[in-house]
């Protein structure tokens, strides 16, 4: 749906394309995360103002809500997965989702410093370019003797263009709200409290793009945008 649509009405929708693993229920709850911002973006608010606070705000939301694909907890008191399965595999879980966020940022990395460079010399080599970030910031060689257009795969470069840098920032939001949620409510399992809704709501959803995404993520969680949450959750636990 166009977002001009979402301005005047409240038909928010989702397409499910979707098969029964983490990978499906993890974009799920991505684009739900979308969704419900969406929905609820103050009815009051001026045109101009009725759209989240900025990409990486609703990103935040997104990722956040992905995340719990991966949650243990989540798989056993929301989805209902056996107890006794997903213990077995927690510490696993752990170990997968601290990989992929550890190792995310260096895509981020490649796609950023890409994206500048083909905007700064759309003529340069960038089969040879693209290579050369991959090889840089995830270490990953490239095949020998390999010249083909590569970087061109990535649907983001040619239809959400100048965007990917807002999911990094997104998931330092998203832990950041982890943790707020967490201290608000007094408990990690969040999700299971119906005053998730409302706090979120109150705090986020509803303002819209009324402030800056700074202040509008200092209004909700009286923080400014700080990787110590990211750390903590991700980073120091690998160690």
């Not at 499906?24 to 609820?40: F, I, N, P, Q």
């Not at 608010?45 to 694909?69: D, M, Q, V, Y």
């Not at 752990?94 to 890409?114: D, G, I, K, T």
Request: net charge negative; charged share 25%.
């Amino acid at each position: 749906m166009h977002r001009d649509q979402l301005r005047v009405g409240d038909d928010v929708r989702v397409l499910c394309n979707v098969a029964p693993d983490e990978y499906w229920m993890d974009t799920m709850l991505h684009e739900l995360g979308h969704a419900v911002y969406d929905l609820e973006l103050g009815r009051d608010l001026p045109w101009l103002l009725r759209e989240a606070a900025h990409t990486l705000s609703t990103e935040a939301i997104a990722l956040l809500f992905g995340r719990l694909a991966m949650s243990p907890d989540w798989m056993i008191r929301r989805a209902g997965a056996p107890a006794a399965e997903v213990d077995a595999i927690r510490e696993g879980l752990a170990r997968e989702q601290r990989s992929r966020q550890l190792l995310f940022p260096r895509w981020v990395m490649v796609m950023a410093h890409f994206e500048r460079a083909i905007y700064a010399d759309p003529s340069a080599d960038l089969g040879s370019l693209w290579w050369d970030l991959v090889e840089r910031y995830q270490k990953v060689p490239r095949p020998e003797g390999r010249d083909a257009p590569d970087w061109a795969c990535k649907v983001h470069v040619a239809l959400a263009p100048v965007y990917y840098h807002n999911y990094l920032l997104g998931d330092l939001m998203a832990s950041q709200l982890d943790r707020f949620l967490t201290r608000e409510l007094g408990t990690p399992h969040w999700f299971e409290r119906s005053e998730t809704a409302a706090v979120l709501t109150d705090k986020l959803f509803r303002h819209g793009a009324r402030r800056p995404w700074n202040e509008a993520l200092v209004h909700a969680t009286g923080e400014e945008l700080d990787p110590s949450a990211y750390v903590a959750q991700y980073v120091t636990t690998a160690s």
